[in-house]
Nanobody
Framework: QVQLVESGGGLVQPGGSLRLSCAASESIFSINAMGWYRQAPGKQREMVARIISGGSTDYADSVKGRFTISRDSAKNTVYLQMNRLKPEATAVYYC????????????WGQGTQVTVSS
């Protein structure tokens, strides 16, 4: 079982920045992929950004050029730097981890609220 704890959410004005953190309970190099998803009220959960064990990253088109996913292996933590935030970014952001061994195991954090509003 991988436990994920998110932090860093809050209220920010449009155009502002936030950095989310996701601390994993084990070495992130033992995890095949980690990512950030978000779910706005009345909408489906969507992928925002992800990073695989080799370091490759992938972003939703709506956040490319503004959001950056990174990791700190010494802290077993993955970050999401969000710049030039827009009101439509308001959602609960969830950290995700995928481990592939015999099968695929998916883990989720509890979520952190991000609200972009003036």
């Amino acid at each position: 079982q991988v436990q994920l704890v998110e932090s860093g959410g809050g209220l920010v004005q449009p155009g502002g920045s936030l950095r989310l953190s996701c601390a994993a309970s084990e070495s992130i190099f033992s995890i095949n992929a980690m990512g950030w998803y978000r779910q706005a009220p009345g909408k489906q959960r969507e992928m925002v950004a992800r990073i695989i064990s080799g370091g490759s990253t992938d972003y939703a088109d709506s956040v490319k050029g503004r959001f950056t996913i990174s990791r700190d292996s010494a802290k077993n933590t993955v970050y999401l730097q969000m710049n030039r935030l827009k009101p439509e970014a308001t959602a609960v952001y969830y950290c995700n981890a995928i481990k592939i061994r015999v099968g695929v195991s998916t883990y989720w954090g509890q979520g952190t609220q991000v609200t972009v509003s003036s």
